[in-house]
């Protein structure tokens, strides 16, 4: 993702180690929020900087981390234990995203059926490749497998077509989708 890479040069550009393994450390959600709200802020500078960046793009990247309530150091540690776990990652995606609209199928849609959706979706991909037309038979067993999830094909494809307008809930699913692989 392009915005991961700009954050992660702009905090090499910053210049301040985030020091002992932070892949083991434990982030609230207001602290993930605190940095998905830098992070735009400092990439948003990245983007202006050609070669190095200057005394006063780095007082620019390192304001917009101390004005979000973080220090470098929790902003640094953040970055470094999202790029080694992906749950932690699909966590910040989820903070940063805008809530999904009061009434609509994101706000409604719940922990276990993200999980269900998650899951199906895998079984889906395993079905037919990605860019491929299902013929009938792969039809059938996308059917069986949607029906077999739990959700009713109507939730299901409910939820399928929302995940496109609404980043939040596709944020949801892929932290969902993050959690199932990763086995908790």
């Known amino acids: 993702m392009r915005l991961s890479?700009?954050?992660?040069?702009?905090?090499?550009?910053?210049?301040?180690?985030?020091?002992?393994?932070v892949a083991q450390a434990s982030f609230t959600d207001a602290q993930l929020a605190s940095y998905a709200a830098a992070r735009t802020k400092v990439g948003a500078i990245a983007q202006t900087v050609q070669g190095q960046p200057t005394a006063e793009q780095q007082k620019q990247m390192s304001d917009a981390v101390t004005a979000s309530g973080l220090t470098i150091e929790q902003f640094n540690a953040i970055a470094n234990a999202a790029s080694a776990d992906p749950v932690l990652k699909a966590r910040v995606a989820v903070a940063g995203a805008t809530p999904s609209a009061a009434g609509s199928v994101g706000a409604?849609?719940?922990?276990?059926?993200?999980?269900?959706?998650?899951?199906?979706?895998?079984?889906?991909?395993?079905?037919v490749p990605?860019?491929?037309?299902?013929?009938?038979?792969?039809?059938?067993?996308?059917?069986?497998?949607?029906?077999?999830?739990?959700?009713?094909?109507?939730?299901?494809?409910?939820?399928?077509?929302?995940?496109?307008?609404?980043?939040?809930?596709?944020?949801?699913?892929?932290?969902?989708?993050?959690?199932?692989?990763?086995g908790s």
């Open 130 to 182: 990605a860019g491929s037309t299902p013929n009938d038979a792969q039809k059938a067993e996308m059917n069986a497998a949607v029906q077999a999830s739990g959700l009713s094909v109507e939730r299901f494809n409910a939820i399928a077509v929302a995940i496109s307008q609404d980043a939040h809930l596709r944020a949801r699913v892929q932290l969902a989708d993050a959690k199932r692989t990763a």
């Open 5 to 21: 890479r700009i954050a992660a040069a702009a905090v090499a550009a910053l210049a301040i180690s985030a020091g002992a393994a």
């Open 108 to 127: 409604s849609v719940t922990d276990e059926e993200l999980g269900k959706f998650a899951a199906t979706m895998a079984k889906l991909r395993t079905i």
